[in-house]
């Protein structure tokens, strides 16, 4: 990692100490990484990004209290600069669809490589998403409204298009209107026609749609 460049900060979230402690181990062994903090649940782990929010989180899943595809859900909408990667020893496709619609960056299974973690957060830093090869075969295999999805974003004007991608891509209002070049009433009047339009009334909505049909990449 160059020096000019600060390192990648983590969040750790897993309620068994040693999976903490294993995954930890792998983390501290990255240049380009620092741990900056460990939680046992989603609740403690929003309590930790109030107050020094790291670059990125890694998740679990199945924790007591707040679990990690709520806690992910509220921090996508509290905290959109702070990443998520889910950490999992699940990989069926509903638990990575719901990942996805809680605004997860990234999906990873516990059983990965260790060179496969740090591809995960590389990755995941630069701004793209990340899902373990599995999943993403699960995702794109399991697209039961493909022709439907298809037919409907080809009712998609073309400015409704770039301003979908912009927001699977995480982008915000006003960084939309800054690359389009438009006012931000403006990008709020098409991102509304294009929910109304689709019938997907949420931002997590909107980057399953994108990411099934293709407008963006799992692994871009």
Known sequence: MS?????ISILLVDDHPLVRAGIRTLLEKLPEVVVTGEATDGREALRM???HPPNIVLMDIAMPGLNGLD??????AEFPGVLVVVLSMYTDQEYVRQAVEAGAAGYLVKGSA???LEDAITTVARGEKYFTPAVTRQIVEARPGQSGDRASIERLTPRQREILKLIAERHNT???????SISIKTVETHRSQLMD???IHDVPGLV???IRTGLVSLEE
């Open 3 to 7: 020096p000019a460049l600060k390192p």
């Open 49 to 51: 990004i109030r107050e």
């Open 71 to 76: 806690a992910t859900k509220r921090i996508s």
């Open 114 to 116: 260790a060179a496969e």
């Open 174 to 180: 006003k960084e939309i209107a800054q690359v389009l």
């Open 197 to 199: 339009r689709l019938g």
């Open 208 to 210: 399953r749609f994108a």
